[in-house]
């Protein structure tokens, strides 16, 4: 059966006393203090359908001490494996039984097991020590936005066509594997000459002409596939069962690329940004555009932090709303978390509207400052000017907690594939980011 926690620490388990080994210290040791929450990652590993006979699997207290280790030294599955071999500190902050050394598919078998309503609750029950210790009140909040970039390769309609046809010889391969072949050519060689001759092309006639050719060859493709499907009946196993699993959810996408590079390309019609698919392998990345800047392909984030630097609340948003249509949501989702509307809040430019200025301020805000005015007068906003001196400084802090969650915590990419995967992502950086600044904000 799989244990929840290690059943006994070693006498080896040390900490390092270099700064790195005493913040591990001290995030291990709120850890301990809370070994309640072992329960809902034992729960999420069960969910998963992890074995729990047999062998002794990995205890979820290590699990969730590793998979915050992974995500506080920005360590990849290899390097996690080894330092939690090499290093006393890492084996130490994780609690491995004596003599454990799990190995990379191990670690990521059990830690992508972890979902982010988990580390999530994690995060509140964190935040409710801040709380307790009086280290953060939740009295006064800054909100902001971000872009955490899925796991894609720049798209394009070229592109997106030359992975359709990759994916679907791969999957006639398969199906031949089975012994049920079908007449088809692999068209994969074909269909990149078209692609690579579409991105040095220029003129759009000469542009067309190739979209046609490539178009046509991931049709063709897609009739081996739908053959190759009709002729591998579901009872044939559980191989053929996960194969005909793989068309079903290929095959729409695909269909959709085909759809839109049509209408893109050949019929000359815009395509708006929320109907268009980015990625076959991670079709909910959404196209993000804040300002004028860079396009980003990925998820838009809204934050809260408050005046201890934690970060309050979090939301992975569908689609890309704008800021203004979720400042309120984010205060009422505060509101919920704490009991009381924050006493001041400060937010960005783009939240500023006269409705969330009312609504703000019928939530029981009392001082609502945005950074830029955009027609709205200090005196409506806040008591003074003085106030909003204090409050337009205070929201340009929340940039540089954005920075090293970006930075130090990965925030920035998100390298694990789905989008339950990519919740989980960003709420582990956010627990092992919170973790690591509650354990210096803590009185020794």
Sequence with gaps: MRQERTVQASVFDLFAEHEIGRELKAMSQWLDEHRDLLGLVTRDLRRHGLKETGREGLPAEAVLRCALL??????????????????????????????????????????????????????????????????????????????????????????????????????????????????????????????????????????????????????????YLQQASEQLPLAAGPAVELWQAQVCHYKPLIERIIAQTERRVLAGQPVPAGEKLVSLFEPHADIIVKGSRDVDYGHKLNLTTGRSGLVLDLVVETGNPADSERLLPMLERHIAFYGQAPRQSAADGGYASRANLRGAKACGVRDMAFHKKSGLRIEDMVTSRWVYRRLRNFRAGIEAGISCLKRAYGLGRCTWRGLDHFKAYVWSSVVAYNLALFARLRPT
Excluded: C
């Design 70 to 223: 992974k995500q506080h030294r920005q360590l990849s599955y290899q390097e996690l494996a080894f330092h939690l071999e090499d290093s006393a500190s890492f084996r130490a902050f994780a609690q491995l039984p004596w003599g454990w050394n799990p190995k990379k598919s191990v670690l990521h078998k059990t830690i992508s097991a972890i979902r982010a309503q988990t580390f999530e609750e994690i995060n509140r029950v964190l935040l409710a020590s801040a709380k307790r210790e009086k280290l953060e009140s939740g009295k006064v909040v800054r909100v902001d936005s971000t872009v955490t970039a899925a796991l894609i390769h720049e798209p394009s309609d070229s592109s997106l066509l030359w992975d359709a046809v990759r994916v679907m010889v791969r999957l006639l391969q398969q199906a031949d594997a089975q012994g049920r072949a079908i007449p088809w050519h692999d068209h994969r060689r074909a269909a990149k000459k078209r692609a690579r001759a579409i991105e040095y092309t220029r003129g759009r006639p000469k542009r067309v002409k190739h979209y046609s050719e490539l178009l046509k060859i991931t049709r063709t493709t897609l009739s």
